[in-house]
């Protein structure tokens, strides 16, 4: 083999190499990405999770208060003569 071939096929191998670089970098940059919206995705979940847990606890103690107001109102109707 002469120089010039040398020269060129050491200038295809350094090309192969840089593409070969670029396409891990995209993978990689690809695979950050997803993590990142993943990430973000369970916070947002977590978030909302958070927040109906909030209001299913608001639920119960206005369920609670309620039956409260019930029973004080059927005690009130027994102690007037009535029937709840």
Same mark, same amino acid.
Request: negative net charge.
């Given at each position: 083999m002469d120089?010039?071939?040398l020269s060129?096929? @050491?200038a295809l191998l350094v090309g192969v190499g840089g593409l070969a670089t670029a396409v891990v970098t995209a993978i990689g940059k690809r695979g950050e990405n997803a993590?990142? @919206?993943y990430s973000s995705l369970t916070n947002d979940l977590?978030?909302?999770r958070d927040g109906l847990r909030l209001q299913l606890t608001e639920a119960f103690?206005?369920?609670a208060a309620d039956q409260a107001e019930i029973t004080r109102l059927r005690n009130e109707i027994m102690r007037l003569g009535g029937s709840p």
């Open positions: 120089a010039t071939t060129a096929l @050491g993590l990142n @919206g977590q978030e909302e103690a206005q369920r």
